[in-house]
């Protein structure tokens, strides 16, 4: 359907009278939509006290939303290690694969050359991505645009090397190249610039056009290279996965017995929500299997098994619990057993054997991108997410810092807080546009949609700790988030007493 301007007068008018404002871009997105279901927008925008309507407000509306249910009631009764008879019967073939992974191939020497091919490989795969696209696919290289003339517009793609405020209140950012380098000035007037510098690391790529000064750019618009709205691919069977992470194991504050009601649980072991449980078939885990040792000054005092590779032997003795034909995915995070530094190798074997011989788990380094039943996945346990809550007033929601984390289209962009393992390509560049994209660390559940993509934080195993309260993060311990594959239906099960 071709929008007429009189719809788009028309659509104007009736935004305008509930107090809502729309980008020239919304408008255009909105005359292609039912009526009726422009009210229904509206007063979902006023639910949430929104004034300036954005295509991110339109994608998150119009694309599949998550459904979810926190649900589970606990009946009391005793929790014997018992009999765990195997009781669902499979669903559907098992069909995943390994999409990307790091593997002990990717080693690094941490020199300065690592570190310079990989910065060029993130500019390479980024730039690329704003090459396709419309608005930008014309960007020049900083060479030739500080070459151009005084005043003439200008559009180019670098990488943040600097992010600072003039004393006016204005951003100032240094943006480089393969070729050169140059100033970029985003005006604190322009609401739309004001609200993306507030987002901005540095070493992330942005898009910027505008009009060139004396080595400066006057930014009028700047571009994130973002991922697309579309609708998530889908499994053609009815199955379901379920999410978890952060167990660590050998923690006082691990919350064993409401992990064991989780495996009851899957071994249709409760009636409630059975008919789910019956079609899980794949767990994944997305990192802090184990508490470690040394991780942080006087951890020794909060273990109850001080050795790592007996935390690793007490993991698999609580897996193996968990039906077998539930294919267990195993990431590392930063307290197992593996380099820190991301991206992070698969937890290693010396220090898991009894993992490693388990016949349905699969170790996998961390980032990892998965292909599980035509759905692309993504894991990460979530290493860079205090750099981008540190930018944000709500210190708890990691789904907000994913939704950042897709719209840079990488998963660690700025250098310096969390350990780096540079090599020649930068694994953590976000390559392919997931549907599903995992994250843990924060140990605080929650989940949104961002144009089509279900992000979630699963959450955790284990009490609030010291260190949380000093920042003051509320973990949502014992929730463990279910998706299925084919209709992206959600539920938040909390297995907590
Ligand atoms: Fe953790």
Redesign the pocket.
């Known amino acids: 359907m071709i929008e007429t301007s009189s719809s788009i007068g028309i659509i104007n008018e009736k935004f305008n009278r509930n107090n809502l404002f729309l980008t020239t871009d919304s408008v255009e997105v909105l005359a292609t939509q039912e009526s009726t279901k422009l009210d229904e927008f509206i007063e979902y925008l006023k639910k949430r006290n929104v004034t300036f309507v954005g295509r991110d407000h339109i994608d998150s509306f119009f694309y599949p939303q998550v459904e979810a249910e926190a649900t589970f009631e606990y009946t009391g009764e005793n929790l014997p290690l018992d009999e765990f008879v195997p009781a669902t019967p499979l669903t559907a073939d098992h069909d995943f694969r390994i999409i990307k992974d790091v593997t002990r191939k990717v080693l690094s020497e941490g020199t300065c050359k690592n570190f310079v091919d990989m910065f060029r490989s993130r500019y390479r795969k980024l730039s690329r991505m704003f090459r396709a696209k419309p608005t930008m696919r014309d960007f020049q290289p900083l060479s030739v645009v500080k070459k151009m003339k005084i005043k003439d517009m200008v559009k180019t793609v670098g990488i943040v090397t600097d992010c600072g405020t003039t004393r006016n209140g204005h951003t100032i950012l240094t943006l480089e190249d393969e070729t050169d380098s140059i100033k970029a000035l985003l005006h604190s007037r322009n609401e739309t610039l004001a609200e993306q510098a507030r987002t901005i690391l540095t070493d992330e790529v942005v898009g910027v056009s505008g009009i060139l000064g004396q080595d400066i750019i006057f930014v009028n618009h700047l571009e994130f290279p973002d991922i697309p709205g579309r609708e998530p691919n889908h499994s053609e069977e009815d199955i379901w996965v379920a999410v978890t992470s ?1 167990l ?1 194991v050998g923690s006082s504050s691990f919350m064993e017995k409401a992990f064991l009601r989780f495996i009851r649980w899957l071994n249709l072991k409760y009636d409630h929500r059975a008919e789910i449980a019956r079609k899980i078939q794949y767990l994944l885990v997305v ?2 299997l184990v508490d470690g040792v040394g991780i942080y000054p006087g951890q020794e005092n909060d273990l109850v098994i001080p050795d790592i590779m007996e935390q690793y032997r007490n993991l698999a003795t609580l897996l193996k619990l968990i039906p077998s034909h539930i294919t267990l995915i195993l990431a590392p ?1 930063n ?1 197992d057993a593996t380099r820190i530094a991301e991206p992070q190798l698969p937890i290693l074997e010396e220090y898991a054997p009894d993992l490693y011989s388990m016949e349905n788990v699969r170790m996998v380094g961390n980032p990892c991108f998965l292909d599980l039943h035509s759905v692309k996945v993504l894991l990460y346990h979530g290493g860079s997410l205090f750099d981008f809550l540190a930018l944000q007033k709500e210190h708890d929601d990691a789904s907000v810092p994913m939704v950042e984390m897709l719209k840079k289209r990488h998963l660690c962009p700025m250098y310096g807080n969390v350990p780096m393992a540079p090599s020649e390509e930068d694994l953590l560049v976000i390559e392919d546009v997931p549907d599903v994209f995992v994250t ?2 924060i ?1 605080v559940n929650s989940y949104q949609n961002y144009r089509g993509t279900t992000v979630l934080n699963a959450g ?1 195993w ?1 009490e609030q700790s010291e260190y949380q309260k000093t920042r003051n993060i509320k973990p949502t311990p014992c929730k463990v988030p279910l998706l299925n594959l084919k209709t992206y239906n959600m539920l938040v099960m909390d297995f907590g007493a």
């Open positions: 952060d660590h990192g802090d995070g307290h843990g660390h140990h955790c284990m």
